[in-house]
Structures are given as structure tokens and as C-alpha cells.
Antibody, heavy 116, light 110 residues
Framework: QLQLQESGPGLVKPSETLSLTCTVT?????????WGWIRQPPGKGLEWIGC???????YYNPSLKSRLTMSVDSSNNQFSLKLSSVTAADTAVYYC?????????WGQGTLVTVSS | QSPLTQPASVSGSPGQSITISCTGT?????????VSWYQQHPGKAPKLIIY???NRPSGVSDRFSGSKSGNTASLTISGLQAEDEAVYYC??????????FGGGTKLTVL
């Protein structure tokens, strides 16, 4: 059974870069999966952030594209998200996940708060 | 990209059936059969319950079913149970190779 676990700082200052890592267990990250990120602001709905194919192709939400970088670290079976120039509007629970359409496995989510 | 349109809330009594609609455009829901539905209980991660419009993952109750007509997809839950009370999200693959979600529908079991 595929399992995913997010890790990273729970508090980020405005204008800085939000960095999260997702550790994959139960399968190799080089299997034919898309690896992605979804976020959910407190009390609001889901927003697809983007995904990366293990070979390196990336697909980003157009509204976040200019601030986003995703990468895969196959040696550690991890993938990561970097979102630059964050504001309070980026405060959310961030989920890592496998798949694109559909998103079939989800991590438990991690709350990232943007505040000084 | 604008979110897919879902009703904010629906309700039903135990044993009844309800349907949640999800309206997109000819660039997403209407173009591909890659519509998925997710169930989210409070404080939990979403769970995939329908994929590719009509398919259920292993372990998901057959009380959940999906369909699509034109730019609108639908999720039907039959034989409502208290445990079905949750927020339901639809999503679709798009012509830009991205994914878009609906705004979510809160289901209340009366």
C-alpha cells in the first residue's frame, strides 16, 4: 500500500520560500506515477497546486506557476515543493499525493502558516 | 482556470438518495472522461470514491455512483447513511494538462 508523508516548517515568514518534502513508502517513486501537491486554506476548498512525473515533466496551476518549483529525489524516494514569495493567502494545509486524474493516494496533510 | 461549479450544500434523510452536480466547460468536464470525486471528513485527507466518471476504487461502497452528460458530472449516493455526512469534491483533467477542483458540497444527513 502506497503511503505518503509530508514534512517541512509549519511557519514561514511573508516574502520567504515555503519548502515541503513528501516521503513515499510502499513503492518506488520511479514507478509510473505522477506526484503532486494540493492545498486547502482553513475552512475552504481544495486547490490543485501541480504535479511532477518522475522523469521530470512538471504541470503547474497557472495561478501559481511563476512561484513554483517541484522536483523528485529518487535516491531518497521523495519529492518536494518550493513556493516563493509567500503571503498570508498561502496559509493552508498542504497535501502531497500520487496520481493526477485521479489523485488516488493522499498524505495526511501539513498545516503551513505564513506569518511574521 | 475557474473552479468547477458545485452546490454549496445538499441534504437527505437516511435511506434516501441524493445527487451532487459538478459543472465545468468544454475544456475540462466536457472534453475528457477524467472526472473524479473525493469525500472529505472533518480533519481528514480527501478520499477518492469515483474516478474516470463512473469507476469505483476497490473498497468503495456501490452506493456511490457517477455519471456525466455534456459539461456536467454527477455523483449519486443511494441509501444514505450517517457516515456519508462529509464534504464532496469533484475534479477534472483539463485541456491545459492541469487538474481543477470544484468548490465542494457539504452533505448533511438529516
Amino acid at each position: 500500500q502506497l503511503q505518503l508523508q509530508e514534512s517541512g516548517p509549519g511557519l514561514v515568514k511573508p516574502s520567504e520560500t515555503l519548502s515541503l518534502t513528501c516521503t513515499v513508502t510502499g513503492d518506488s517513486i520511479t514507478s509510473s506515477y505522477y506526484w503532486g501537491w494540493i492545498r486547502q486554506p482553513p475552512g475552504k476548498g481544495l486547490e490543485w497546486i501541480g504535479c511532477i512525473y518522475y522523469g521530470g515533466s512538471t504541470y503547474y496551476n497557472p495561478s501559481l506557476k511563476s512561484r513554483l518549483t517541484m522536483s523528485v529525489d529518487s535516491s531518497n524516494n521523495q519529492f518536494s515543493l518550493k513556493l516563493s514569495s509567500v503571503t498570508a493567502a498561502d496559509t493552508a494545509v498542504y497535501y502531497c499525493a500520487s496520481g493526477r486524474a485521479p489523485i488516488d493516494y493522499w498524505g495526511q496533510g501539513t498545516l503551513v502558516t505564513v506569518s511574521s | 482556470q475557474s473552479p468547477l461549479t458545485q452546490p454549496a450544500s445538499v441534504s437527505g434523510s437516511p435511506g434516501q438518495s441524493i445527487t451532487i452536480s459538478c459543472t465545468g466547460t468544454s475544456s475540462d468536464v466536457g472534453l475528457y472522461n477524467y472526472v473524479s470525486w473525493y469525500q472529505q471528513h472533518p480533519g481528514k485527507a480527501p478520499k477518492l470514491i469515483i474516478y474516470d466518471v463512473t469507476n469505483r476504487p476497490s473498497g468503495v461502497s456501490d452506493r456511490f455512483s457517477g455519471s456525466k452528460s455534456g459539461n456536467t458530472a454527477s455523483l449519486t449516493i443511494s441509501g444514505l447513511q450517517a457516515e456519508d455526512e462529509a464534504v464532496y469534491y469533484c475534479s477534472s483533467y483539463t485541456s491545459s494538462s492541469t487538474v481543477i477542483f470544484g468548490g465542494g458540497t457539504k452533505l448533511t444527513v438529516l
